[in-house]
């Protein structure tokens, strides 16, 4: 697995055990159905197609793939690590994790750590902007996946030996753009 996959992982299990322990520590929250606009299960859909196109394009593409595929690549996108062809099924199993784990934990905005006290006023305005910065961050994470996958079946496929200096400014934006945007409108007033 590469060192990106274990630092998001580790990432994202710190968080989900610190929103555990606030959930059994907090104040009470008003807890709200939060309907999804067309625009957040445009999203929703979107998340779950990319997934299931990177598992067709790894399960179509498995039997071709060479006994030793790129695993890792460095900070300039350089294949840099090695490994048996069934660790293709890592990038996938993990997206699918991401996915089925942030979709379920949407469905508790009241648990969420917030940088504003949540009240009855500002409750809807608050979960309504932080589940759509978890969609669209499980949308980002998707795509994030596929773009490894096709990148690393290129390579092995003795193509795409780099995947460029871009990659790395890519996954980070993919990332930094819903959270700085939704983190804004979570504290306005």
Known sequence: MSDFGLRTINAYSIMFVSLCSKALHMESRPRIRIDLSPV??????????VLIMIWA???????????????????????????????????????????A????????????????KITAENAR?????????????KLGIVVISLIITITTIGAAHGGLTSAGIWLLPCITGIIAVPVIYFGSKMLKK
């Open 101 to 116: 784990g942030l979709t379920f934990l949407n469905r508790f905005p009241h648990v969420f750590n917030y940088a504003v």
């Open 125 to 137: 305005r608050q979960y309504v902007a932080a589940t759509r910065l978890i969609r669209y961050l």
């Open 40 to 49: 957040d299960k445009l999203a929703e859909i979107l998340a779950w197609t």
């Open 57 to 99: 394009i790894v399960l179509l593409n498995y039997s071709s793939l060479p006994g030793i595929i790129p695993v890792h690549r460095d900070a300039s996108g350089d294949i840099d690590g090695y490994g048996d062809k069934s660790a293709i099924f890592v990038e996938p199993a993990i997206a699918t994790i991401f996915v």
